[in-house]
Nanobody, 118 residues
């Protein structure tokens, strides 16, 4: 099983990034997918989630209207489009695959760093 995040980097405030999470080794379309982030010295927090079919999504209040989660089950890939980025969005972003919607276990990627700074 592998989850590999990509697309992170350094961006100025107000800028955009698109994160990807490539999955392999399990039946991607059977898993709900989530993006978490962890800033330095803080606990890991849920950013966005999407159901296995893509029909349902959920967002943290802090990113609503700025971030969009999506998935392509044919390509075993999940995305996070991040617009209007703020310095407080700086964190390591992780993707997570779960079979139960409220679960915090499942499979995890290694993370990708997002830094928002001028």
């Amino acid at each position: 099983v592998q989850l590999v995040e990509s697309g992170g980097g350094l961006v100025q405030p107000g800028g955009s990034l698109r994160l990807s999470c490539a999955a392999s080794g399990f039946t991607f379309s059977s898993y709900h997918m989530k993006w978490y982030r962890q800033a330095l010295g803080k606990e890991r927090e849920l950013v966005a989630a999407i159901t296995n079919t893509g029909a349902g999504t959920n967002y943290a209040n802090s990113v609503k209207g700025r971030f969009t989660i999506s998935r392509d089950n044919a390509k075993n890939t999940m995305f996070l489009q991040m617009n209007s980025l703020k310095p407080e969005d700086t964190a390591v972003y992780y993707c997570n695959a779960v079979t139960l919607w409220l679960s915090r276990s499942g499979y995890w990627g290694q993370g990708t760093q997002v830094t928002v700074s001028s």
